[in-house]
């Protein structure tokens, strides 16, 4: 025989066991489900949401200040099958003040792990992000366990050693600070405005001058321009004037140098003339006189060497006849002096 459970959306129906030994479990959720007597094990898990209070005492920060943080986890059973599952095996059988504490244990260790990698100012200037952070890096473990965060807010946060009172006094005293450079600010845009005003003002009177002070250099300008336009016709008039002269003189001074150049090589000509008349003079009254008596000379001078060689000559076979003829004598004394010797004998 067997008893029909009924269950409220609240609460989580489970139904293990069954004839022939099956330890098939079935998940009811608000609706109702058959169980034998004596075989079949009926449980049921809370489906409520459960409010939890993480707190931290004391935890350092990236800093080295340790400070203390509580917030408040709204946290409940998923009812998607396969999750609740998860969630039987983790907390069937436990009441809601122990599933709170296994999940309140996961939230504070991973909200102090994320307490030690932020600073101070990070935690207390940015509550939400902190709270979504832990929220997101939590969320993976509790999830395995079946258990779904449905919120994640920071409380409070607090030190002994009056690090955030300090802090919320630098705060002060930057939002003061702000304010009067905001009134500053306003005031200098107020006197810059009323300057730029003057200045656009003095910019208006000083194009005007400007204008003006244009207008009448372009006059004097353009006056400049016609008596500079008047002097250089003037100028090129007077040098063109000057150029012709110029050229005029230079092709009179040509022809007048030509007209020497003939003359010179008329000159010339009659003085070449006159050389060749007095050379052929000199040639016929001196050199030719010259080169004869030269020629004289010259002979008489030859004769007077083939003189002297001759008489040498002469001379020479004079005393060569002389020593024969003397040689010849002793030679002929001495055959005769011989030739009486023998006839003495």
Known sequence: MGNCHTVGPNEALVV??????SDQKTYVVGGWAWAWCLISDVQR???EIMTLQPKCDDVE????????????????VMTESELLGYACEQFL???VVEI????????????RAILGTLT??????????????VREVAA?????MGIEILSFTIKDVYDKVEYLSSLGKTQTAAVQRDADIGVAEAERDAGIREAECKKEMMDIKF?????????KRELEMQKASFNQEVNTKKAEAQLAYELQAAKEQQKIRLEEIEIEVVQRKKQITIEEKEIDRTEKELIATVKRPAEAEAYKMQQLAEGQKIKRVLTAQAEAEKIRCIGEAEAASIEAVGKAEQTSNIYFF
């Open 16 to 21: 293990s066991g069954g004839c022939c030994g």
């Open 45 to 47: 898990l809370t489906l």
């Open 61 to 76: 920060t990236a800093e080295g200040v340790a400070i203390t943080v509580t917030g408040v986890a709204q946290v409940k």
């Open 93 to 95: 059988g436990k009441s």
């Open 100 to 111: 709170k504490s296994v999940i309140l244990q996961t939230l504070e260790g991973h909200l």
């Open 120 to 133: 101070v100012e990070q935690i207390y200037q940015d509550r939400d992000k902190f709270a979504t952070l």
């Open 140 to 144: 993976p473990d509790v999830g395995r």
């Open 207 to 215: 194009l005007a001058d400007t204008k003006m002070a244009d207008s």
